[in-house]
Nanobody, 124 residues
């Protein structure tokens, strides 16, 4: 069964850090570019970051540049999102998804296969 499973979410204070993981089972993650997305209550899902199949290309939303870092380990079939200097406005459900390219415009509609998401809450 093909699955993307996100983990690593939780409750963190403003200024804190979390590392999210997106693990694939049933297929080789290294064949795909991967995007991270988030959806806050009452808001549309938005692209946060993406990484190409070989990790050579990464892109970020302006709202997270300089704070978030995407990386991947194709041996472990996993993509990571390191989130530092977290802010309350980063609170959302974070999901990963597959694509065939990582473009600067991280559009939800371009991504094909999605995980269920992990909750990130930034609050004091």
């Amino acid at each position: 069964q093909l699955q993307l499973v996100e983990s690593g979410g939780g409750l963190v204070q403003p200024g804190g850090s979390l590392r999210l993981s997106c693990a694939a089972s049933g297929f080789v993650l290294g064949y795909y570019a991967i995007g991270w997305f988030r959806q806050a209550p009452g808001k549309e899902r938005e692209g946060v970051s993406c990484i190409s199949e070989d990790g050579g290309t990464t892109n970020y939303a302006d709202s997270v540049k300089g704070r978030f870092t995407i990386s991947r380990d194709n041996v472990k079939n996993t993509v990571y999102l390191q989130m530092n200097s977290l802010k309350p406005e980063d609170t959302a459900v974070y999901s990963c998804a597959t694509n065939f390219a990582c473009r600067s415009d991280i559009q939800v509609s371009a991504y094909h296969y999605w995980g269920q998401g992990t909750q990130v809450t930034v609050s004091s």
